[in-house]
């Protein structure tokens, strides 16, 4: 068998990426006059290479170099970053509601979104953005680690609430407060909800050695059914005096929120009751005196482990006027 002849390294092209730079000296050239064949030869690329830097030079010469740009890919619609934007209110807005969504229901208001957006865009090329966005899978997985969001299907509580607790609690708890005589201004609600507030739905670039911005608090609200009194918040943190702090000498004691703090950042029993005997109880107290009321509260709460059946037996005695009531399990979304 013969051996195969070695072709000439004259025809052959190396396979390197074309820089940014580069691209746009080739436009440049051309625009002076030199022709393509000469610019094929001069940075040795095949001549269908150099058309189609030309074709594109409109997207080229549009992209500010100074930013660190040094290649140009496929472009990404400038509208999918408002697309998404929307999206993840949405997505926010379902998960609140307790609904259940998956990869092809977000898909698909992806796709209603994107179409509203360029409706309302004047100027904008109408069909040929709708033909390049499809809502793909490629997209969605993409869309995940742009905004952060690792689980699409409602699940926990939501996924299993008990209606008909729901609907029987209604009624006795309708009937505890005529018993007892509670005003909405005595009848307070409490609620935790984590806060990933570092969680951002703008696109952004981050090296390899960085690790993706995903930091989150604890947050628990309490106001009253007139709501005229929002009671001070509870933040727990992971990081009992954040750099932050120390930088701008900032004092815990005289923030807007009782300030708490362990490894995981949740609520634990210790933490939720000091909030109740040095936070809730005093303000409500305060409260009740100040608008000439009995010193007579009903205090509504979910049962998670952080609020203990015997929470009762905690309060300090000069806040026995305050009764606990716990949601039945699995209401707490229809309630």
Known sequence: MSPKKKPQESTL?????????IKRKIIEKQKRGVSVADLA???NRSTSTICTILKNKG????VDASKGVTRISTQRLRILDDVERLLLIWINEKQLQGDTINESIICEKAKVIFADLVKKTPGSSTAREEVQFKASRGWFEKFKRRTGIHSVVTHGEAASSDTKAAENFIADFKKLVDSEGYLPQQVFNCDETGLFWKKMPKRTYITAEEKPMKDRLTLLFCAN??????????LIYHSETPR???KCKVQRSKLNVMWRSNKKAWVTRDIFTDWINEVFGPSVKKYLLEMNLPLHVLLVMDNAPAHPPSLQNDLLEEYNFIKIQFLPP???PLL
């Open 13 to 21: 092209y190396k396979r390197l990426k074309i820089t940014f730079k």
């Open 41 to 43: 030869r001069t940075y």
């Open 59 to 62: 997207k080229i010469m549009e």
């Open 225 to 234: 059914a007139s709501g005229d009194l929002k009671i001070k918040p509870l």
């Open 244 to 246: 932050a702090f120390k």
């Open 330 to 332: 699995n209401t707490t």
